[in-house]
């Protein structure tokens, strides 16, 4: 069931939309569940359908062509990586093979200390700046190249330490 808070925060998407378009707050919803509950899970997709009064299949729709949407849970920090032609020509096919290497995951994967999960990204609207990754949807990193892929895995790794020592 949605939170207080998640219902509150989605009234403030749904308030930016005439009243019988409220349905064109399904991505702002998505994300405002995401961020709570850390991923998607099938009923969470229903409960946005119902408060927003759509098929659940639109709903679903949505959050599975979006990568920002998780529809399985994912590690701690997910990295998505450009990989469309701009950034796999300035580099970023080598970093993502680097980082899936550094890691020993596979896109889509998490590590089994459930630290990192990488995924693929198309374009973030940053070409200039490829090759270009993005943690938890939340912060772009450019230039990505080994030294700066080495550079922001343990700035991660060193923070998930932090966040489990202080359980």
């Known amino acids: 069931m949605l939170s207080e808070h998640s219902r509150q925060k989605i009234d403030r998407e749904i308030a930016k939309y005439p009243p019988e378009q409220k349905q064109s707050a399904v991505m702002a919803s998505l994300a405002i569940v995401q961020e709570e509950r850390g991923w998607l899970s099938n009923d969470s997709l229903r409960e946005v359908a119902d408060y927003l009064g759509m098929p659940p299949v639109w709903v679903l729709e949505v959050a599975s062509f979006y990568n920002m949407y998780d529809l399985q849970p994912t590690g701690l920090f997910k990295l998505t990586i450009c990989t469309n032609l701009p950034c796999a020509l300035s580099g970023g096919a080598q970093a993502a093979e680097y980082l899936k290497h550094k890691l020993g995951v ?28 993005i943690v938890n949807n939340r912060r772009m990193c450019s230039w990505m190249d080994e030294k700066k892929i080495d550079q922001l895995v343990s700035e991660l790794g060193a923070a998930a330490a932090g966040k489990q020592g202080g359980k």
Do not use: Q, S
């Open 106 to 133: 596979e896109f889509n994967e998490t590590t089994p200390d459930g630290i990192f999960t990488v995924k693929e990204g198309e374009c973030m609207g940053a070409c200039g700046d490829a090759p270009v990754m």
